[in-house]
């Protein structure tokens, strides 16, 4: 399959057949590594497979981005690791986000007595990163899926099976399918979740709450007068955000469908 996808990029050629063969291989494969990593880069490859007859058959920028990633990542990709019921989770873990691009995330350290620890942050997503989003009318399953990178990048203390609560529901499917099915710009961003996800050996379970029932509504509402009520009175400590503005625009340039 590596052979493949280099071939594909010396001769900056992949035809409709190949594409086809290709995606079936790499998703076979993905069904074997860690989490969902490696189903992003898949959607371009079915993109090639499924255009009309008679379009150009040259590599577009988001399918040499996936063919490089095939060819250079997922031999390196670690292998999925079967569940154990006895493993207890250790994190409990919640993203948010608002319409205009604010971005909170909380995590809960469980012990065994029952007792936790936690933190908090918050983050307002830079001009650069909204104006990729300008062409959709509702941006908010962007904003939710860019906090579960607030999420995972402010805190490397995460450790084994992560529980990730959100509250909305295109980015829940979005997250735990590994890409986006509509929202071209959510499939980059669940492609670097995963990526560094599987890096750090987690085990992120995506679930969904109410939005009163999500902790990290009042971080990601930090402009508003009081909304830091809950975090503070469970006595969690803010930390700094830290958020990879420019891997997330080179990797949300590199996987656009239109180029």
Not at 141 to 166: H, M, N, R, S, Y
């Amino acid at each position: 399959m590596c052979v493949s996808a280099q071939e594909a990029l010396c001769a900056n050629h992949l035809s409709q057949a190949q594409a086809g063969k290709l995606a079936g291989k790499n998703t076979f494969s993905c069904s074997a590594l860690a989490g969902k990593v490696g189903r992003a880069p898949n959607k371009a490859l079915y993109a090639r497979q499924h255009m009309p007859l008679g379009w150009s058959t040259r590599l577009s920028r988001n399918l040499r981005f996936s063919l490089k990633w095939i060819r250079d990542s997922l031999p390196y990709a670690p292998p999925r690791q079967v569940a154990s019921s006895t493993r207890a989770v250790r994190y409990v873990t919640y993203v948010d986000a608002q319409s205009d691009g604010d971005l909170g995330a909380c995590v809960l350290e469980i012990f065994h007595d029952g007792s936790f620890t936690g933190q908090y942050t918050y983050f307002s997503l830079p001009s650069s990163v909204k104006l990729r989003c300008q062409r959709y009318q509702n941006p908010i399953q962007i904003f939710e899926c860019c906090a579960a990178l607030l999420l995972i990048w402010t805190f490397p203390g995460l450790k084994d099976a992560v529980v990730v609560f959100c509250d909305n529901i295109g980015q829940q499917a979005t997250l735990t399918r590994g890409y986006s099915l509509r929202n071209d710009i959510c499939t980059p961003i669940a492609h670097l979740f995963w990526v560094e996800a599987t890096r750090r050996g987690l085990e992120p379970w995506i679930a969904r709450v109410s939005s009163k029932d999500n902790l990290a509504d009042g971080p990601s509402r930090f402009r508003e007068a009081g909304a830091l009520a809950a975090v503070q009175h469970l006595n969690l400590a803010f930390t700094h955000p830290n958020f990879l503005e420019v891997e997330l625009l080179e990797v949300m340039s590199e996987m656009d469908s239109r180029r």
